[in-house]
Each structure stands twice: as structure tokens, then as C-alpha cells.
């Protein structure tokens, strides 16, 4: 299991957005708002008889979608879940296992919208539901929300210590830049379990 920074040095989800209607390519190029400073492992310690996640379900935004296990590209850079799908990052913790779960998935493509279009407009309060292989829902609560230019990912708060089971929710939002054919921020969503 890689190490907190090691982890957060090395997503970079710049790819998990969807635009120009080709997946992004992520480069190693992450800043840290707070860089870490967290160097033991983030493996999951009290609930670790989950199983892996295979739908996310956001009733409030309509989402309804398969979950795919991602993990690093050969450049560093995070995987990307295919359109129409999230992708779970299979190096940290799973949905309902202690620790910061995260899942990404596109807002957009060029012939529309994707699994998170609308995830930043989830209000405060509402209910994420992640079902796993074993048919048992983990359900969490939206906590928060940040809109972060891309080279200042939020890491810590990420990646950060949690008080058992935690949900990480990232796609891209801001402005379009047609230039580079990329979004300009990323939206996290923070959640707890509920």
C-alpha cells in the first residue's frame, strides 16, 4: 500500500473530466494547497470486510452508475473511468472501510453529459450511496464542497485523516478553456458516513 504522500503527489485529476470529447492527460504537475505531511500507510483498519464498490447512486443529481476499480497510469497520473461510469481508486480505502474513499468520473463529453455533470450543484445534506460486490449499500452525507484550480488540489483535505468512513466525490468544473481542451477547477465533494 503506497504512503499518504506518495498517493497524493501522484493523483493528479485534471483526468477525470471529460471535455472536447476525449479523455484529458493528465500531467504530473499537482500542487499541493496543503502539501501532506501524513507518511503512514492510508491501508483501511477497523471495517476492512468491504467489498469493492460497483454503483454509485446520487439521488439528488440523478446519478445511477457502475463503479470501475482505477488505479496510476504508467506517467503517475490516475486512470479514468470510461463515459458513463465512475471509477474508484483501488490504492486507498474502499467505500465503508475507514479512511477517505475516492471516486472520479466525468462531467461531460463532446456529445454530452456524464456520470457527474451535476455534482456541483449537490446540496449540503444529501445522500451518496455506494453498493458493493457483497450487495451491501454504504450510505454517506454530503458534508461540503470545494472548487479548486487544478494545480492546487486540495490534497490533505483529500487525503486527510478521518474519524472511520469517508467518501471523496472529484470531477472538473470552471470555466472550459477550449485552448487546451480542459476544465480549469476540480470539484470535491467531501462526505461522511451516515
Known sequence: MRNLAAVAAALVLASACGGN??????????????????????????????????RIRIKAIGVDAPIDKVGLAPDGSMETPRFGRAGWYGEGPKPGQDGPAVVVAHVDSKTGPDVFARL??????????????????????????????KDKLPT???????????????????????????????????????
Open 21 to 54: 470529447g476525449a479523455l484529458e492527460q493528465a500531467q504530473p504537475r499537482l500542487i499541493a494547497e496543503d502539501p501532506p505531511t501524513i507518511t503512514t500507510s492510508i491501508a483501511p483498519t477497523k471495517t476492512s470486510k468491504v467489498s469493492d464498490p460497483v
Open 120 to 149: 456541483k450543484s449537490l446540496p449540503k445534506g444529501a445522500k451518496i450511496q455506494v453498493t458493493d460486490k457483497a450487495g451491501k449499500v454504504h450510505e454517506f452525507v454530503a458534508v461540503s464542497k470545494r472548487q479548486t484550480d
Open 156 to 194: 490533505q483535505a483529500i487525503w486527510g485523516p478521518t474519524d472511520g468512513p469517508a467518501l471523496r466525490l472529484i470531477t472538473c468544473g470552471g470555466e472550459f478553456d477550449r485552448r487546451s481542451g480542459h476544465y480549469k477547477e476540480n470539484v470535491t465533494v467531501f462526505a461522511d458516513k451516515a
